[in-house]
């Protein structure tokens, strides 16, 4: 295969840099093995876009660097006699932050979530498909490609807030404001 | 008095990252088994034309086909176009490094206006349609990933709203990690079982978050794709969906004279290898093949670029048009080109695609690792779900044992059996694991690893099926997930499954005591 030497070097310099990462976080004097790993993540990146180009060698470097951190945690799973322990004793779980008090059935927030955002999202993907002062193309593009972001974005705000009001009502008042964004000439 | 300035700031803090695990918990416990299914089937669509190819029989192969061949099996298939029906385009999949086969397709409108599509396998050397391509078991992990085998378009949508959940999972299970970062290298196998699988769960996240981020985003994308289209052609053009693909994907049909024959695919293909200095061709497109102002696209694969694909458009009666996608081509164009290569992770050979099933996994299991934190946080609060953990349990072991038994299917020619007989083993499973909950889970596994070493060893043992190197990808996939199974029937993960079930039997014990 073209470029496996340079690949493989790359492969190497990132489990360096996990390497070097996980030592900053061990060791008292971190700030040089940070420094150490982060310039190994970059270096390794600059080869891999200066064999394959900017847009396939980012492609292929960031891809392989979650290979370098998962290869660190397959020995301590695989040697590990379970996963956790059974504990006896009842706890609340007092590391996790107490839950949010839910405001609102879960089903009216999927509600919001779902088609609610959706409409959202489509009505505000519509206007810079048709409003940006680019090449229709390119402005096609980009406001297709932001609908399932900016849904993505909507239903987390419909399942954090604790609001159920504000969860239904903005969805609906960005499509409203999309509506009249699009609509006015 | 800093710390006092501190503890609003603090307790704000507090109620953010419980904001962010709420949210990750709703929509990670309403779609959890829906997010399984795809993850897992992702994984092996993945490799889904070499299991074609792997799974079919008496299949020539050939690493290049020349243009007259195209033209002579496309030919074939049109001259297959049933009485009464409409040919509405023809394919040819060109033979290239996943799948060294020619493979064609036409796509018809019945008398009744609906849609039928047929597949034949060619030969290379001659074009000459040699059966139709039967690949059951290829096409139930492709349709239950891309569609959860729901009729279209809905099923799309559906798989299209699981990636944009998925995409806010990432998004909410990064802003509920505020100490992500300093936490990057911790796993905790000694402590309680929630710590431990919540290390688990956040360890497989934050190290596969590019890929994570770029799955999820891509396959939200392609799955309401058309959504995005139909909505943007109604009202941006009028509800004229033409002009809206027009927009995105070149030229479109014209009405012209009618044509007799096939258009001329063998000097179309020679011409678009000439344009393109040499590039190997991975598709041909004919729309409205009796049209001579129809579109035929000639698609070549450009391995150095991302988007990975060059068009060449021409009208059916061999005119050229323009050039579509590749270097020089607008952003969104290209953009809207890289989607499907980051997908599949098709951009890097083998090597790219092995690493894409690994990080496939990973992802199935980070889905499966987060049902394991809620099943134990709720049993050390003493609120054990142990009928859910049953059931998914059910789903994970019954889902693989389902498809396993479905590879085993195809390789015996029982393929037309593969999804009903899946789909009743899946079920089933789940309902014996809710009626045997103790039954240790490595056996589910150890049935899994017998049933493909089965399928294995009949493959391996018949004749008719290729040898191409892409087939022995798909031999050496099974060999791997033997070995995986193997890892947990005999490893030490064993005594961890077993150790689970009674900590579910003691959680429904301490309910009744």
């Known amino acids: 295969m073209p470029g496996a030497l340079p690949l493989w070097t790359a492969f190497a310099l990132q489990l360096l840099a996990v390497s070097s990462l996980a030592r900053a976080r061990g060791d008292r004097a971190r700030l040089p093995w940070l420094v150490l790993g982060l310039t190994l993540f970059v270096a390794a990146l600059a080869l891999v876009i200066d064999l394959f180009g900017t847009a396939l060698g980012l492609a292929w470097g960031l891809t392989v660097v979650s290979l370098a951190g998962y290869l660190r945690f397959v020995r301590p799973l695989l040697v590990a006699p379970s996963i956790g322990v059974v504990r006896r004793v009842e706890r609340g779980g007092a590391d996790v932050p107490q839950a949010a008090v839910r405001r609102g059935p879960v089903v009216l927030r999927l509600l919001a979530a779902g088609p609610l955002y959706l409409l959202a999202a489509l009505g505000i993907g519509v206007v810079l498909a048709t409003r940006l002062p680019w090449a229709e193309v390119n402005r096609l593009m980009l406001g297709g490609m932001l609908v399932p972001v900016l849904w993505a974005l909507g239903a987390l705000h419909a399942t954090a807030d604790t609001r159920i009001v504000r969860v239904l009502a903005a969805p609906l008042l960005l499509a409203l404001v999309s509506a009249a964004l699009f609509f006015v000439p | 008095m800093s710390r006092r300035a501190d503890r609003p700031t603090a307790a704000r803090g507090n109620r953010f990252v419980a904001r962010m695990i709420e949210s990750h918990s709703i929509l990670g416990l309403s779609f959890a088994v829906l997010i399984y299914v795809v993850s897992l089937t992702g994984a092996f669509t993945i490799f889904a034309p070499e299991v074609a190819l792997w799974e079919s029989r008496e299949v020539p192969t050939a690493p290049v086909v020349a243009p007259d061949q195209y033209e002579q099996a496309l030919a074939a298939a049109l001259a297959r176009t049933q009485e009464g029906y409409e040919a509405l385009n023809l394919v040819a999949y060109g033979a290239g490094r996943f799948q060294p086969a020619l493979v064609v397709r036409l796509n018809e409108r019945t008398a009744d206006g609906e849609f039928a599509q047929t597949n034949w396998i060619a030969d290379p050397s001659s074009g000459e349609l040699v059966g139709e391509l039967d690949s059951p078991l290829a096409h139930l992990v492709e349709e239950l990933h891309v569609a959860l085998y729901l009729p279209a378009p809905w099923g799309r949508y559906l798989v299209g709203l699981l990636g944009v959940c998925m995409f806010c999972l990432m998004i909410s299970g990064i802003l509920a990690h505020p100490s992500i970062f300093r936490d990057a290298f911790k796993l905790r196998v000694e402590r309680s079982k929630r710590m431990a699988w919540t290390d688990v769960h956040n360890r497989l996240s934050v190290w596969g978050l590019p890929f994570h981020l770029v799955i999820t985003f891509t396959g939200g994308f392609l799955g309401i794709a058309g959504l995005i289209v139909g909505v943007l052609a109604l009202v941006a053009y009028d509800g004229d969906q033409e002009a809206a693909l027009r927009s ?54 450009d391995p150095g670029i991302l988007d990975g694909r060059t068009t060449y458009i021409y009208r059916n009666s061999g005119e050229f048009l323009e050039r579509y996608g590749g270097e020089g081509a607008p952003a969104g164009i290209r953009a809207l080109a890289m989607v499907q290569p980051l997908h599949y992770g098709t951009f890097g050979g083998y090597a790219m695609k092995a690493i894409y099933f690994l990080l496939a996994l990973a992802l199935t299991w980070m889905t499966s690792s987060g049902m394991q934190i809620w099943f134990h946080r709720r049993a050390q609060q003493g609120r054990p779900v142990a009928g859910y953990r049953a059931a998914w349990e059910g789903m994970t072991g019954g889902l693989s044992i389902g498809l396993a038994v479905a590879c085993l299917l195809s390789v015996i020619g029982f393929g037309n059996l593969c999804l009903p007989v899946s789909l009743v083993v899946w079920v089933a499973t789940i309902g014996l694991r809710m009626v045997f909950p103790s039954v240790p889970y490595r056996y589910l596994a150890a049935l899994v690893a017998s049933l493909l070493v089965l399928a294995l060893g009949m493959r391996l043992g018949s004749r008719g099926f290729a040898d191409a190197f892409q087939a022995q990808v798909v031999n050496g996939i099974l060999v791997a997930l033997i070995a995986g199974c193997a890892v947990l029937v005999f490893g030490t993960r064993a005594r961890e499954l077993e150790s689970g079930i009674s900590e579910t039997r003691s959680g429904r014990e301490s309910i009744t005591r």
């Open chain 2, 248 to 301: 995105i994907n070149g030229p479109q049909a014209v009405e012209s004279r009618p044509l007799a024959s096939l258009p001329p695919v063998a000097a179309v293909l020679a011409d678009a290898a000439a344009r393109s200095g040499g590039l190997p061709l991975e598709l041909v497109v004919i729309n409205d093949p009796d049209n001579a102002g129809g579109i035929l696209q000639v698609s070549l694969l």
